[in-house]
């Protein structure tokens, strides 16, 4: 995916679960929001670094998005996400893109899936908009 269309203003602060990656602006739906960043690393060394900040592309391709320049790192887990995670299949590339119309001020957030869920937030308990209300 070589999309050279305008990505869209944001910024990063307090959220619910910690920091949080917030539109600055009004996104469209559809719209690319941000690509996720980092070294591209095989699958056996992300098992040997460990981290909450990697993700597989492929079955042999993880990127540990690590680093604080990866600002797609700040994409909060949400039970109904208001984004999605897209794989471009031609350069094995992450992208952000916006599921829904997200207004400016709005969290951007996406599913970080199954597996993640089960590993990593299961034992803390998820901490999205949606689950913080059900237990309320």
Not at 49 to 77: C, M, P, Q
Request: charged share 35%; hydrophobic share 25%; aromatic share 8%.
């Amino acid at each position: 995916m070589t999309d050279e269309t305008y990505r869209p203003k944001v910024q990063v602060k307090r959220s619910s679960a910690g920091l949080g990656l917030f539109a600055a602006e009004d996104i469209k739906k559809e719209q690319l929001i941000i690509e996720y960043t980092g070294d591209r690393i095989t699958q056996d060394e992300a098992n040997q670094r460990g981290g909450r900040y990697l993700f597989s592309v492929t079955k042999d391709l993880v990127i540990d998005g690590k680093g604080r320049e990866n600002t797609a790192r700040y994409i909060n887990h949400a039970c109904k996400p208001n984004a999605e995670a897209e794989h471009d299949d031609e350069e094995d590339r992450i992208y952000i893109r916006a599921r829904k119309n997200i207004k400016a001020g709005e969290e951007i957030t996406y599913d970080y899936g199954k597996e993640y869920m089960r590993e990593i937030i299961g034992p803390e308990g998820c901490r999205c908009a949606t689950c913080q209300t059900k237990t309320k």
